[in-house]
């Protein structure tokens, strides 16, 4: 035999029992709840009660306090067939220091640290770097074509405009050591190597975005980044390269810091730190 259920003409709408709630690492709250409403009250202002950013007491109030400050994510309506109606609600939030839906904010952070290979021209290779100065101009010509490498004469040959070579004693002189080796590299016709890198990346929520500072701090170094993350030692040193930040509800930001590991040297102090 068919239940017909009945909901009282002077409630808008009944919370079912039961509810989930769902912590996040860096101190998120995502809960939800039912919510049984008649069909006919269906309507723009009583819907309006369960708009985004709605506190989660205002729909159920008893709600237990540590969650009373949670507000509507979303809501989604489904028919039941029987004149009622089911509102699947999404609540968000964020944790607090202290019980009650009151007191100061409790920051939870996690981080990651990933590696991961960079193809890079030569002349960010340390060896290519401690080559004189000479060595690297003629290897430039080399990458630009307008010079090429005879590995086996080891000489250094001109394109004439005709087309021929010319070999060049005094140039192919400059060629020695390790520059013999990018030579010979760039005669097999490569012209970028692979960099190990690290991304250092800092993930928090809170009910506030990233500040000012943390904005007018991408593409420049950070010596201290939040988390304290290791560096391999001397001569390295932190950038800020890829903030991103998302919303949940309307109090509720979940961000991410990415940090690149870079040389602390001259080049890199002048175009980032300013």
Not at 156 to 178: H, M, P, R, W, Y
Request: net charge negative; with cysteine.
């Amino acid at each position: 035999m068919a239940i017909k259920q009945f909901l009282s003409s002077s409630l808008k709408w009944v919370p079912q029992p039961g509810f989930s709630v769902n912590y996040t690492e860096n101190g998120g709250i995502e809960a939800s709840q039912d919510v049984l409403i008649r069909n006919s009250d269906l309507s723009t202002s009583t819907l309006a009660t369960f708009n985004r950013g709605t506190r989660w007491e205002t729909i159920f109030p008893q709600v237990p306090t540590n969650y009373r400050s949670l507000t509507i994510k979303t809501f989604e309506p489904t028919d039941r067939g029987d004149g009622f109606s089911i509102l699947k609600c999404t609540f968000t939030g964020y944790q607090f220091v202290g019980p009650g839906s009151s007191g100061t904010e409790e920051e939870q952070a996690t981080s990651t640290l990933t590696g991961q290979l960079i193809s890079e021209p030569f002349s960010s290779h340390p060896k290519w770097i401690d080559l004189p100065q000479t060595a690297k101009t003629v290897l430039g010509y080399l990458l630009s074509g307008e010079y090429v490498w005879d590995g086996e004469e080891k000489k250094i040959k001109i394109v004439q405009e005709d087309g021929s070579l010319f070999a060049n004693d005094t140039l192919s002189d400059l060629i020695v050591g390790d520059a013999i080796d990018f030579a010979n590299i760039i005669a097999e016709g490569d012209q970028t190597w692979d960099r190990g890198g690290w991304t250092y990346s800092y993930h928090t929520e809170s009910e506030k975005g990233f500040t000012p500072a943390q904005l007018n701090s991408l593409g420049k170094i950070v010596s201290n980044p939040p988390g304290e993350p290791e560096t391999p030692g001397v001569g390295w040193t932190w950038m800020l390269a890829s903030p991103s930040q998302s919303q949940s509800g309307p109090d509720r930001f979940i961000k991410t810091l990415d940090f690149r590991l870079i040389q602390d040297n001259a080049k890199n102090q002048f175009l980032y730190d300013y």
